[in-house]
Each structure stands twice: as C-alpha cells, then as structure tokens.
C-alpha cells in the first residue's frame, strides 16, 4: 500500500486547525475571559508559562536547524567538524540557561499559589458559603445569614467569597472558570477556595470531577449583584417563613399539592405548613424557589413551561437524576396539577404584582 508522503503532516495540520477552531476565548466558560482577581492571576501565570515555552521552543529548535544547516555534510568533504567537548565555558552556560527558566517559571508560580489557592483569614466583609456537593447538584448555605438554597450562588461584587467545599456521596470539584481555579470537593475534607467578582453578572459553574451519572448536566451559576441587591435577595430568605400564600386560587392548590402529592418529603421550603415537616437537608431547598433563574442545576431556564416538564419527567430534562417523576403518565388530573404546583414554586419571593420580571440579576445579561 502505497500512501503520499504529505498525506499525514496534512492530516496532522487539518486536525490541529480543526481543534483550534473550536477554540473560544471569550465563551461563558473560558479561564481567558477573567471576571477577577484570583482567575486572573491565575490566568496570567498560564499565559507567562506558555509565552516562556514558546521562547524555549524557538530558541532550542532555532539553534539546532542552525547548526544542521551550518554543518552540513558538503560534497567532497568527509572531514568531521570540530568538537567541542570539554569545552568547559559552554557546558556553564548549558547549565544556567536552564536553571534561569526554571526560576523564571518557579517564582512565579510559587508566588500565585500563595496568593489564591491557600486558606485565608476571612475578610471583615466576607461572604461565608458552605458548598456541598451531591450527585448532582449543589447545596450553597449561608451559615451567617442563615440562609439554604441551591444551585445558584448569589454573591456581592467586589466583596470575597469563602467557599467551604464539603461532598455527601462521591468526589465532586468546584469550578467557576472566569473567577477562579477548580478545587475538590471530598467528603469530611474541608477544602477552601476564595474568591471575588469585579462586575455583577452571571458567571457560569460546572463539576470539574467526573461524578458518574448526571455528571456532565451538573452545573451552577454564580450571580453577583451589588450590595443593595444582595442585602434585598438575603432579606427575603429570612423573611421567607414569615410570608403567606398569595392568593391566587392555582397557586393555592399548588400549595396544598406540594404536601399531598410528597414533594414535601425531601424538598424544603421555609415557612411552608407548621403541620408538615418539610424536606431534609439532602434534597434542593426550594426556598424563594421563585427568584431562580434556573432549574436542575442550571440545565435550562426557569420558566412555567420549563418548570412543568421537569415536574411531569424530570428524566426527559436532565437524564440520570434522582427525583423521581410524581405524577402517572395516564393521570388525568396531571396538567392541571403540575400547573398549579409550578405555579406556586414560582410565585415563592415573589411580589404577585413583580412575577414575571423577578428573578435575581436577569438584567445582566447571561454570562
Ligand atoms: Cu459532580
């Protein structure tokens, strides 16, 4: 068999344009495209690292195709170039050279690790989060303001952010691309990663640690808003047990349903029914469950139509998860029923008037 000899390097160059062409800089996920100080020191270290191999890789490829060229064998001449071993000054240099890159690149290095990845003496003003991590999705409590939610990481601008990083079943890893470096997450090991976000926005988070499963649909969102926003979102967690069932006749129903038809066994929300024990800690607080931007672990949007086809086959949304579908496919009270249920979660922190523009930081964009 008999193949051009330019066939494979053409094919190599096609697949390397091909990998680079999917390369995207600034997508909702891209350590290139910082939103803070820790993902950016982060992200500088990796740009000097590379620049620096880039240097090395000229000049040692630089100086070889030179001497190749250079002392080249020539027509007529068997004669063996000069050597230069034992050439004491040289073998210096070699040895410099090297251990010069290796500080350039160790200095650095050592000096970004303190810098972000250590545990640290928490700000006055910090914001305390204890993650957990379960299969899958993630549980964000407030231990200061005594506040449980999941999914998504509500946050001040410009204020640090103290993660705690715990998991309830397997080794999940905690990753916010744009603010900061991944970090495990490993049961009854309590890691730390902090970080801060210079512009409110929604910054996009994703497991970085294969969890089996759902793993890939196991994503999260950080919201940062500015102080006054985030005082107001806080608020109306602790207001949340205090608050009453509006009085729309579908949202009522969907109140009642959300005991009658189980939903309360695993899944909190504060202030439902004192005759009711609501959920425990090991399923989504569905608290405020109306100012969400997202369902599932962020796997698509809060909306009602979202809402009711997750209730109707969570499968269909977000394939391998544990909720269990409620409702008979031949139920024929089901519409109507997961209507009035998505109805109420919806209106949950949300003024009746208010409902369908409320959902925290929605006014920034989506990344
Ligand atoms: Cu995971």
Known sequence: MQTHRWLRPAGLLSLLALGLSGCEFAGPQSIFDT?????????????????????VVIGVFGVMGYVIWRFRQRKGSDAIPKQFHGNTALEIWLTIIPVIIVIAVAVPTVRTIFAT???????????????????????????????????????????????NLDSADVLHSFWVP??????????????????????????????AELCLGAHAYMKFRVIATDDAEFDAWATSFQEAADRTVQADPQIQQGEALFATKGCATCHTIDGYRDDVRVGTPDFPNLTNFGLRNTIA???VDNTQANLEQWLRD????????????????????????????????RSLGVEPATQTQASIGANHGDR
């Open 178 to 207: 744009r603010l900061a470096g991944k970090r495990d997450m490993i049961p009854n090991q309590n890691n730390q990663l902090h970080f801060t976000a210079d512009e409110p926005g929604e910054y996009y988070g994703q497991c």
């Open 297 to 299: 672990a962020a796997v």
């Open 314 to 345: 969570p499968q269909s949304i977000k394939p391998g998860n544990r909720m269990p579908a409620v409702w008979d496919t031949n139920d024929p009270n089901a519409d109507e029923e997961i209507a009035a249920v998505a109805a109420y979660l």
């Open 117 to 163: 990845e250590t545990r640290v003496v928490p700000d006055e003003d910090a914001v305390i989060v204890n993650v957990t991590g379960y299969q899958w999705w993630w549980r964000f409590e407030y231990p200061e303001l005594g506040i449980v939610t999941a999914n998504e990481l509500v946050i001040p601008t410009d204020r640090q952010v103290v993660v």
């Open 35 to 55: 939103a803070g100080p820790i993902a950016e020191a982060q992200r500088d270290l990796f740009v000097w690292s590379y620049q620096l191999s880039w240097i």
